[in-house]
């Protein structure tokens, strides 16, 4: 149904940092790149960061937020770890969620410009 997404970051460098490496984990990779703008996916592009004047003030009460599949929970975990080491924040450590499912696995964090940010897998 929906075909990309795209977010507003003041710093693009620091956004290049923690979706380079938080995104990798998940098998995915900067795909696109120009000025002001880096396009993220497995094939094509669908995750969009562009540098904005005036991005979207973080809100955590918002609901708003972004969730990218995991082949495996070792993936979440992998990206779990990599956005707190490249500039992310805790929002949620990796686990079994079992209110979704009972093999709902994820992770959330939080991005440098305060999106909320999960990744999930069902494997068990």
Wanted: proline content about 4%; overall charge neutral; hydrophobic content about 40%.
């Amino acid at each position: 149904m929906i075909n990309h997404v795209s977010v507003g970051v003041r710093d693009l460098k620091a956004a290049r940092r923690f979706y380079d490496t938080t995104l990798a984990a998940l098998g995915y990779k900067c795909l696109a790149e120009g000025d002001g703008y880096l396009g993220y996916g497995a094939d094509a592009p669908k995750f969009w960061v562009m540098a904005a004047e005036h991005p979207v003030p973080a809100d955590a009460k918002s609901g708003l937020h972004f969730c990218f599949d995991a082949a495996s929970r070792k993936a979440v975990d992998a990206f779990h770890a990599g956005a707190l080491k490249s500039g992310g924040s805790d929002n949620g450590k990796p686990g079994v969620r079992s209110d979704y499912g009972a093999t709902y696995y994820a992770a959330f964090v939080v991005d440098p410009d305060g999106y909320r940010i999960e990744a999930y897998t069902g494997q068990a």
